[in-house]
Nanobody, 125 residues
């Protein structure tokens, strides 16, 4: 079992920045690829970014490419999502997720084994 706890959400003006953190516990963090997803009211959950187990590969949704950066610190069992140039359409609950095993399609939420409880990000115009 892996427990994931997100933090760092909040209210920010358009153009501002936030850094989300996701702290993991329970099993060896470096055995898991990690992803960030988000869900806005009335919309389906969507992929935001993902990072491989050692951090050597990263993946982004087109909507956040160039503005968001995913990173991880395996010594601290934490994955981060740095969000810059935020837009009102980035408003959502953001979730981190962990995927074990050797095969992985980063954007497929169904493949992830564990999920955090989410953190609210609100971007005002």
């Amino acid at each position: 079992q892996v427990q994931l706890v997100e933090s760092g959400g909040g209210l920010v003006q358009a153009g501002g920045s936030l850094r989300l953190s996701c702290a993991a516990s329970g099993r060896t963090f470096s055995n898991y690829a990690m992803g960030w997803f988000r869900q806005a009211p009335g919309k389906e959950r969507e992929f935001v970014a993902a990072i491989s187990r050692r951090g050597g590969s990263t993946y982004y949704a087109d909507s956040v490419k160039g503005r968001f950066t995913i990173s991880r610190d395996n010594a601290k069992n934490t994955v981060y999502l740095q969000m810059n140039s935020l837009k009102p359409e980035d408003t959502a609950v953001y979730y981190c997720a962990a995927k074990g095993g050797s095969t992985w399609t980063p954007a497929l939420s169904e493949q992830y084994d564990y999920w955090g409880q989410g953190t609210q990000v609100t971007v005002s115009s």
